[in-house]
């Protein structure tokens, strides 16, 4: 299968800088580490537990310091910049582009943001100040205000020399900006256009103002979602006035997108995005424990509930045999309808208007598929115990079972939601409880009623 | 939380049109739709169940069809196919670009394939030909072959000049390669270069030689990774002997990014990245009930244990009531572990280099955790039955429970991955069905030790 042969490279490379470490040789690691861009080597520093990690981080050339802090996880970078001296920090980050320093500059100690603020020219220095005036999450965050503008009422000629005396361009540039006299943005015009067109051309003529801009308060969200559903490369960011701001550039939109895919499967875990493969043993412990501690609780209400049928429990063996079946299997109906409601809420495509239409769709399927495994369940149970109603009693409560489940798949993210908590981190553990709940009182409440009467 | 604020502009479009759909006025809802990118028609359209869908897919400027049946899952697509007749999707899909072509075509009718490759001009077909020569997910499927080049021994004017007669630029240029006599691939200059330099430099020393050329049959997986680790916008593509045949952009690599990421939560349901929200009922329960099948028979698994101490849960029936418990916290413990290994696992961060550094971690976080919570339990259920050594019984298999669940977490997923079985897909089961095992047998086999002597 296609997972079983991604990365190999990255893996590889860990193997042989492992085996290096391990033979204690430092030459080598360095040389190894040193033909990776800077992303690579976040990757590895990440996969790396902290003795390993900090040998590597010292033998990374400090011309890449910074880029590679840029690409690595919030918990990673901590221990990283915790390995360094601020002089060491302040030369990495310095060099950094406004958004990826915009990106840094939180996690930095005080006393080396003031270093860096003053190791700045002052253009820069005003522009990081700008972009760290947006909220974090905005446009405003991930865009960069080094963009290269031109005015409408000229040609192309006139550009063409405007740009050879500028010399080079900001990386990444596939568009001009064209602004007004109060530098408004009007509309664009690409590289390639002024390419292939004759010297002689208004920039008028070649303008297109299709591309819509940003506004700097934009969610970094809509940004991404933006940017992935129009195939956009670059976009433009303007204030209230439409004043132009800075340009947004899909490689740091590729994170958010990312990390927003990632973040049902993290989530449904407790966990987040940005843990360290390697956090510190304590500090992952006491993270994960809330979690543990969360479902502890649904899991001493679900034995509440088989508590009430201690009676029935002591008559019949086999109900204590079989309950955790019908439970379980809710809780896998459950799941799928979860998943693909959480994640067709995350792409804004449930709403009010289909809600009707996939509770339906939903609870035929559960139905479907409720009646179905009642029948082999509940001739499974008929044979093993020789005891026909009891197999009646659990396809009964498997039934039940699977359809509050599709039940509750499609209510329970949409209900979270509603009350602002997000179902992606909530929803397995609510859902999970209705489907072992309803599971054991299906199953015990009617084997009480029928088989104990 | 951020989660509930996203999107809302497509929930929002959402209920607009299914408010004009219901009221049964079409004019507003064809306006409505036709002010929508295809991506985002792709996205409304991948929303709505199947009658309305028909409706509103009629409606979408035919113009657009081509870019939407682009932009929607494999699913959809199909059902979007069913709703044409050949000619309209002959129409629909003759002038999209020829990667975007080559995704689609294996989901058209053999005739209409035909059709359209009799529609292209020749040089087109013959590219198409070649494109679709490429295994799936390979590089070759992604590349577009419709690249500019020029040769190295020119120089600036020489090159403008010829962009200048050539006119339009493909969509998305940003380098131009520079190719040998015989095609072979040498290096790129960026449009910015040329724009930024004199008439007469040479083409030769503007060559940027970094940008490395993938090979045509390296695996979509490898490229996505590479883009999103580099921050490509763009990259070459060419054969064994080193000829330019291509080039791979990154819009095109944003949608393997997410699916990638996307990957992991769905598969954990055991579902696909493709399925349709509102695939017909009967398919959807099909697919579905090979999962449920799968998990009751890990579910009777369970009970089988259990039924191996029928006499134990005969004689105190504290031990059913709290049984589900040790299982739970197991399950929960494990997938922890788990999820965040199969994440490692995709981005080639875990491997035989880091893997006895990560058992270490894990066992170190599931070792305090579960005595932690085994102390919690212990007490709860001494109170809650007045019986201190039930309450020790449950402690104890707690303990074992969550160790044994963080070495399931690092080792199933590994284990699958040896077998050559995608993780994310069963690490899940797997690793449910082994806390489940290890839960009960756990419990029941420590009362049976202790309280039955």
């Known amino acids: 299968m296609a997972e079983a042969v991604r990365h190999d490279k990255t893996s590889h490379q860990l193997r042989l800088l492992s085996d290096a470490l391990e033979s204690g040789r430092l030459g080598p690691v360095k040389r190894l580490v040193n033909t990776l861009s800077p992303a690579e080597i976040g990757n590895l520093l990440e996969s790396l537990p902290p003795g390993k990690r900090v040998i590597v981080w010292g033998l990374v050339d400090p011309d890449d310091d910074g880029e590679v802090l840029v690409h690595v996880g919030d918990e990673v970078r901590e221990s990283l910049l915790a390995a360094m001296d601020p002089d060491e920090i302040v030369a990495a980050v310095e060099d950094l582009d406004i958004d990826d320093l915009a990106d840094l500059v939180e996690d930095l100690?005080?006393?080396v943001i003031e270093q860096v603020l003053k190791s700045m020219d002052r253009d820069n220095r005003e522009r990081l100040e700008q972009v760290l005036s947006y909220p974090e999450d905005t446009a405003g965050r991930l865009m960069n205000p080094d963009v290269v503008t031109v005015r409408a009422d000229t040609t192309v000629d006139v550009v063409l020399r405007?740009?050879?005396?500028?010399?080079?361009?900001?990386?990444h540039t596939d568009y001009l900006y064209v602004v007004s006299r109060r530098h408004q943005y009007l509309g664009r015009i690409s590289l390639a256009q002024l390419l292939t067109h004759e010297a002689g051309t208004p920039i008028n003529q070649l303008l297109d103002d299709e591309q819509p801009a940003f506004d700097v308060?934009?969610?970094?969200?809509?940004?991404?979602?933006?940017?992935?559903?129009?195939?956009?490369?670059s976009a433009p960011v303007v204030d209230d006035n439409h004043v132009l701001l800075g340009r947004i550039t899909i490689d740091d939109v590729v994170d958010i997108i990312r990390d927003r895919a990632e973040h049902q499967a993290l989530g449904a875990a407790g966990l987040d995005e940005d843990e360290d493969l390697f956090s510190p043993v304590p500090r992952a412990a006491r993270r994960r424990a809330i979690w543990l501690g969360i479902n502890l609780a649904t899991a001493f209400l679900a034995s509440w509930v088989i508590g009430r049928f201690e009676g029935a429990l002591e008559r019949i063996v086999?109900?204590?045999v079989l309950m955790p079946i019908v439970a379980s299997m809710g809780g896998v109906a459950g799941t799928q309808t979860l998943t693909l409601m959480v994640r067709g809420l995350a792409m804004g495509q449930v709403g009010s208007g289909n809600l009707r239409a996939l509770l339906a769709k939903e609870l035929s399927v559960g139905l479907l598929n409720g009646v179905a495994w009642a029948i082999v369940v509940g001739v499974v149970a008929a044979i093993w115990f020789q005891d026909i109603p009891l197999g009646a009693v659990i396809a009964g409560a498997m039934a039940i079972n699977l359809a509050v489940a599709a039940f509750a798949g499609v209510m329970v993210p949409l209900t979270l939601r509603r009350?602002?908590?997000d179902p992606a981190l909530a929803g397995g553990v609510v859902l999970t409880t209705v489907t072992d709940v309803i599971g054991f009182l299906s199953f015990l409440g009617l084997a009480t009623l029928v088989l104990l009467r």
């Open 109 to 111: 100690p005080e006393a």
């Open 162 to 171: 405007y740009l050879r005396l500028r010399g080079e361009l900001p990386e």
């Open 217 to 233: 308060d934009e969610s970094a969200n809509e940004v991404a979602r933006q940017f992935s559903d129009r195939d956009w490369l």
């Open 318 to 320: 086999a109900l204590a």
């Open 419 to 421: 009350m602002n908590i």
